[in-house]
């Protein structure tokens, strides 16, 4: 960064932490009252990388990028400035993306708030393994629930299924097909499951009234004329 400076290139954006760190050593070495050549020397890298940064991010490029993106902070736009060695295009699609990116993980926290906490408590659902455990009983469950859709039964689709698995035994995707088997392979069983760990958060006042699931009499009447249909297609009186 120093070398650059020196030339008068644009240094990264993290020569500010640097910057920082060599007027700390400049002011050390003048207080000590000792080695007045290194407190020099520090002060002196220090002004060097602050003029640099100050380069690329002029008061002028500053107010364009305040006005383009008014709803961003004048650290946020020097911040991208930086990144940017300068580039105001550049800087102006950073911030775009930054913006589009924090949008991204607010709409990824509310829906983990959506499907509630795992087990432990602690942990929301990992969103980035529910396509892993849906993959794993696409083949088996998917052709079942498209076919009690047509009788006008209603369950659960794939992903309940697999975000049920998930927060059961929080996130340990080695875990989930143990669960499934000692739930005897059934999708009810495994929702009568995460209603008890729902009534449970709820207990604890971990889960609000509002949200709290139903239990599944609550939410599945077996059709008796739809089970007999289903069994006689071949599917398992369990599954079924």
Not at 144 to 169: F, K, P, T, W
Not at 211 to 234: H, Y
Request: glycine share 4%; with cysteine; proline share 2%.
């Amino acid at each position: 960064a120093l070398v650059q400076a020196d030339m008068g290139n644009a240094v990264p954006p993290l020569s500010s932490v640097f910057c920082r760190l060599f007027l700390l050593q400049g002011l050390a070495y003048k207080f000590s009252k000792h080695d007045s050549e290194k407190k020099k020397e520090r002060m002196g890298w220090a002004w060097k990388l602050c003029q640099s940064l100050r380069s690329v991010s002029s008061d002028e490029q500053i107010k364009l990028l305040c006005e383009a993106f008014p709803s961003i902070s004048k650290a946020q736009t020097i911040s991208a400035l930086r990144r940017t060695n300068g580039n105001l295009d550049q800087a102006g699609v950073m911030i775009q993306e930054d913006k589009d990116n924090v949008t991204l993980q607010e709409d990824r926290r509310t829906q983990q708030r959506k499907f509630g906490l795992c087990e432990n408590t602690k942990d929301y659902v990992n969103l980035d393994l529910i396509p892993q455990v849906k993959s794993i009983f696409d083949f088996e469950f998917t052709p079942i629930h498209e076919q009690l859709q047509e009788l006008g039964v209603v369950s659960r689709d794939v992903q309940s299924l697999a975000v049920g698995l998930l927060r059961l035994n929080n996130n340990d995707i080695n875990k989930v097909i143990d669960c499934y088997e000692k739930a005897e392979r059934s999708p009810n069983a495994i929702d009568q499951m995460v209603a008890d760990l729902d009534q449970s958060l709820y207990n604890k006042g971990l889960l609000s009234s509002t949200r709290k699931r139903k239990t599944i009499d609550e939410s599945f009447t077996v059709d008796q004329i739809a089970l007999v249909s289903l069994i006689s297609m071949g599917v398992d009186e369990l599954i079924a």
